[in-house]
């Protein structure tokens, strides 16, 4: 029925190193936000609101990978029209707004233009996930009415 190709299996292997990636660089945050306000000679006022927001963005950008896991698995089995997967997606809009609201914040600490795009990207992204969501929600409609047909 579904066969699954090399850049299937490639995606889902990026996903994986970038779930597991994303643990670790949470991990590493307070390290490395302490080392580059040495580094860069930031002043020591900005490293624990820095810290708070990149851990925070890093937690809601593990959990967008984690749900991504979770969908992959679905689509590898060949059946990716199913009520989980428009749960994911909510999910992975809800994650996408925090993250914007994060860089909202830091806007008030330390305004970039790289911050701006951040946050007009991951909004981007949650109203896409909304999209995709009310997509998939249809797409299961019909396949269950399609199911219950014989």
């Known amino acids: 029925m579904y066969k699954n190709s090399f850049v299937h299996r490639l995606t889902k292997q990026l996903v994986d190193i970038m779930f597991y990636g994303g643990i670790v660089c949470c991990i590493l945050v307070p390290f490395l936000v302490r080392w580059g306000s ?3 000679g930031y002043e020591e006022s900005v490293v624990l609101p820095f810290t708070i927001i990149l851990f925070c963005s890093g937690i809601a950008a593990v959990y967008i990978m984690y749900n991504l896991k979770s969908m992959f ?3 590898l089995g060949g059946n990716p029209f199913v009520w989980e997967n428009v749960s ?3 999910k992975l809009a809800v994650a996408s707004f925090v993250i914007a609201i994060l860089y909202i914040v ?7 233009i790289a911050t701006a795009i951040i946050v007009l990207v991951f909004v ?5 996930c909304l999209t995709l969501k009310d997509v998939f929600k249809q797409a299961v409609h019909y396949k269950e009415e399609n199911d219950y047909t014989v």
Not at 106 to 112: A, R
Not at 124 to 128: E, P, R, T, V
Request: glycine share 4%.
């Open 38 to 40: 040495q580094y860069f």
């Open 73 to 75: 698995k679905t689509l």
């Open 88 to 90: 994911c997606f909510r």
């Open 106 to 112: 830091k806007c008030f600490f330390w305004f970039t």
């Open 124 to 128: 981007i992204a949650g109203l896409f």
